[in-house]
């Protein structure tokens, strides 16, 4: 009687034996209005129902379906069963989500000597858990509305701006003898800027299209990979003098296309950010653990600062200036979309002037077939 959460004991006949203070203060029932009756349910119901106790009682387990959401069969009672159910408390005007336990106590001849009823107010809990869906759900269909528009709009400016950028360029090409040198100026700002648009709007188009446009996933040589990705940076690995030098890359499962992009974004910053000071010199090696290849791409660049780690993959973010270093500062925000759409994550680990290593992991079995 003095077991300091809610608790109740009933004897074969249903009847109430102990109602413990905690049980008084979570019902307003006192012990003395249901000591000795098998109105308990009273505490709980504004109309009768079976209870978990009478339905352990009964060994009527079905009617745990028919009437009650959740079944945890594991209980904490030996032989038990256990529910959460909102329950009305009618002395006490409101409402409240409990965990249910109940649970036979037999004695030496199996036969049953009463069943302990255990209870725990889990509102809060419930509450909380209902907000956070909620918000999830929410947060989903925001996604949802940005992935779109972000679709939509990069979808449907590249046809007006490639007019802006192609009748520009006519116009430079054609009257550059005619105009002055600020003019000439002029038309250059608008070429670079129509340039760089475009390439925004392709590389947010990539992007919207991570989880739009998905191919499905299936057994893809990385070394063919590597091999497409290398003609593709054929130009910009030769202009820079870079040598990469590549292990033997396992078959992986994905999305071939979104996997060639992974790589050659990764491979390309390793080219692009390099220190003008030395050889540049670029080194894919894999690792396998229980569950993943573990994919490295080193390099002996410029380096990056540690406080930009994580901020280096969200979009936009760029920590070099247009005039350092190209892009758009959207490739490794797409690289860990990609990375996470297909069950994995990536990582580096960088020494200013010395070099950056970026880690990622593929799963070693396909686990969304």
């Known amino acids: 009687r003095n077991l300091n959460v809610p608790a109740f004991i009933l004897d074969p006949d249903h009847k109430v034996v102990i109602w413990n203070k905690a049980c008084e203060q979570l019902t307003g029932i006192l012990a003395e209005e249901v000591i000795g009756t098998s109105e308990h349910w009273r505490g709980f119901y504004n109309y009768e129902r079976p209870l978990l106790a009478d339905i352990v009682i009964e060994q009527s387990f079905e009617l745990i379906d028919e009437f009650y959401e959740i079944e945890i069969e594991n209980s904490f009672l030996t032989g038990g069963r256990q529910i959460e159910n909102w329950c009305p408390m009618p002395k006490k005007g409101k409402s409240l989500y409990l965990a249910i336990d109940a649970g036979p106590v037999f004695n030496e001849a199996s036969e049953l000597v009463v069943v302990i009823e255990v209870l725990k107010d889990i509102t809060k809990l419930k509450i909380t858990q209902d907000t956070l869906e909620k918000q999830r759900e929410d947060l ?13 709009a990069s979808h449907d400016l590249q046809e007006p701006l490639r007019m802006v950028s192609s009748f520009t360029q006519l116009l430079a090409n054609r009257y550059i003898d005619e105009l002055d040198e600020q003019a000439n100026e002029f038309i250059g700002f608008a070429v670079d800027g129509a340039k760089r648009m475009q390439a925004l709007i392709h590389d947010l188009l990539l992007f919207s299209q991570v989880d739009r446009k998905q191919n499905p996933f299936e057994e893809c040589d990385a070394n063919e990979i590597y091999n497409t990705v290398l003609q593709n940076l054929q130009i910009s690995i030769e202009e820079t003098d870079t040598e990469i030098i590549c292990n033997e890359l396992p078959v992986i499962y994905g999305d071939e296309t979104q996997l060639i992009q992974l790589f050659q974004n990764l491979i390309g910053n390793a080219v692009k950010y ?39 993959f969200v979009i936009f973010k760029r920590i070099h200036t247009k005039h350092e270093y190209s892009g758009t500062g959207i490739g490794l925000a797409l690289c860990k979309k990609i990375v996470e759409r297909h069950g994995g994550e990536i990582w580096l680990e960088s020494i200013e002037n010395e070099g950056t290593t970026f880690f990622f992991t593929l799963p070693i079995e396909n686990t969304f077939m």
Do not use: C, M
């Open 274 to 312: 390099r220190d003008p000071e030395k050889n540049n010199k670029v080194h894919i090696a894999v690792e396998k653990n229980d569950k993943f290849w573990v994919i490295s791409i080193k390099d002996n660049g410029i380096g990056i600062e540690k406080k930009y780690y994580e901020k280096i």
């Open 140 to 152: 989903e269909r925001s996604n949802e509305d940005l992935q779109q528009f972000a679709y939509v």
